[in-house]
């Protein structure tokens, strides 16, 4: 009997892939455990091994279609075997998307036959709904980035909650039966609070014309046109929720960092070749960091809808720039980990970054991040805070100064941080002593000792 090959779960929040390569052709014959095809999530790209022996007979699929994960994309069975299409088998608890039967499953199942607007209706998965009936979210204010832009994911679900703002429950009320996105209201009451009388003076006020299209230009005006999608559109989509919802303010400080950089020297020299790789100032500044976020937990919270949570895990976020983004591996329970083990694991999660072979799950659940620029030559900068954490670190270059020590002009490395912080969860006076700290532990590594015995 034909074994049924289909898209595994590639992550927690993954929904769809795009299938971007059969590594075989259509009724060669494979080996179980050989890699067969190549999809994308919005993280990065995976090679999916072939469940059994036998010959491949591949669906009504094309490279670059969009496919839910668990739907089967082909089958491995005898020579003269027939794709049958079927239903991809629901995630446990939720019900399975209604597929078209196999005699007219001859496209694309995410591609509808024309846009959400068009129909009447709103795409969107299963677990998009169940977070949408749950939450009481009207499907349509909710910005679709699925099946290639017209179908609501879960992911969009959960940013649209996450930018809203806070409000009554009777302003809430009003809002949902106007249709108006309470986003666009300006919130008088505590803390920004949106109240029955922001919703009505929204509601009277003069409707905005929309602003203007931009004016076509010539294909010898267009070097390159990207299309706004994948990872790129996601981080769009982020970013721009980071903007627009959070209450950032950015707090810089120049660091003197002689002695954490003859440390580093020293280190290196000692262990780079039992370690098999160089101690770097991203390792030792990111066991800093988790070092302060333990002393300081209010800087290891998260934004809810309806509360401010303090978290337990320090989970270090660290950018990386790849060829198609920027992406955030996580290393889990940073605080507990040695120098070493948190190097070595950050290498390989960096790596699988650069190339494609990340799993998803490595690059979610961070409680802080860390990123650097100071490889460019940067000195500071105001990095965008990666929602929903509290805050982000930005780290400029080490260069050697002439700064005034006891009277006399000397040359030091001077480092300059940059920590952006949501007002909403964290004042600026805990901020402050939070990157004071961190300061403290670079220009006196030794300080880090007595953190050391009180753990």
């Known amino acids: 009997m034909a074994e049924e090959f289909f898209i595994p779960q590639l992550g927690q929040t993954v929904e769809e892939v795009t299938l971007i390569k059969w590594l075989v052709e259509d009724g060669a014959k494979v080996a179980q455990g050989q890699e067969i095809l190549e999809v994308e999530t919005d993280k990065a790209v995976f090679p999916v091994e072939a469940i059994a022996s036998g010959y491949l007979h591949i669906g009504p699929y094309q490279e670059g279609d969009v496919v839910p994960v668990l739907a089967v994309v082909a089958i491995i069975g005898k020579a003269d075997d027939k ?4 239903s991809a088998p629901a995630p446990e608890g939720e019900p399975a998307e209604a597929t078209p039967p196999a005699a007219t499953l001859v496209a694309p199942v995410e591609t509808p036959p024309q846009a959400p607007e068009e129909a009447g209706r709103v795409f969107a998965s299963p677990r998009a709904r169940k977070q949408a009936h749950e939450k009481g979210v009207d499907l349509v204010q909710v910005t679709p980035t699925g099946g290639g832009g017209v179908r609501v994911a879960e992911r969009d679900v959960l940013a649209y909650l996450q ?200 690059l979610t659940g961070g409680t802080f991040t860390i990123t650097n620029l100071g490889m460019y030559d940067v000195d500071a900068f105001t990095p965008v805070i990666n929602l929903p954490e509290a805050a982000i670190l930005g780290v400029g270059r080490i260069a050697q100064k002439a700064v005034v020590r006891d009277g006399q002009i000397v040359a030091r490395h001077m480092w300059t941080l940059s920590l952006v912080f949501d007002h909403r969860l964290v004042d600026g006076a805990p901020a402050a002593r939070f990157l004071q700290y961190i300061k403290d532990l670079i220009e006196e590594p030794y300080l880090w000792l007595t953190e050391w015995q009180d753990s």
């Open 83 to 86: 794709f049958v299409g079927k």
């Open 163 to 362: 930018s809203l703002p806070k409000a009554t429950p009777v302003a809430q009320k009003m809002a949902a039966e106007a249709g108006l996105d309470l986003r666009q209201v300006a919130g008088s009451g505590p803390s920004g609070k949106i109240t029955k009388e922001d919703v009505e003076r929204t509601l009277k006020a003069p409707v905005a014309p929309p602003p203007a299209p931009l004016p076509p230009l010539s294909e010898a005006e267009v070097l390159e046109r990207l299309p706004l999608k994948g990872v790129r559109g996601i981080i769009a989509e982020r970013m721009a929720a980071s903007v627009h919802t959070t209450a950032r303010v950015t707090l810089m400080m120049e660091v003197d960092a002689t002695h954490f950089v003859d440390m580093r020297e020293r280190l290196k020299a000692r262990v780079s070749e039992e370690w098999g790789f160089a101690p770097g100032y991203n390792d030792l500044l990111a066991k800093i960091v988790a070092t302060a976020l333990r002393k300081f937990p209010a800087m290891n919270a998260r934004l809810t809808p309806d509360a401010i949570e303090i978290l337990t895990p320090i989970n270090m976020g660290m950018a990386v720039d790849t060829e198609r983004g920027l992406l955030v591996p996580v290393i889990r329970n940073a605080d507990k980990k040695g120098l070493r083990q948190f190097g070595a694991e950050f290498r390989k999660l960096a790596e699988g970054a650069r190339t494609g072979r990340v799993s998803p799950d490595d």
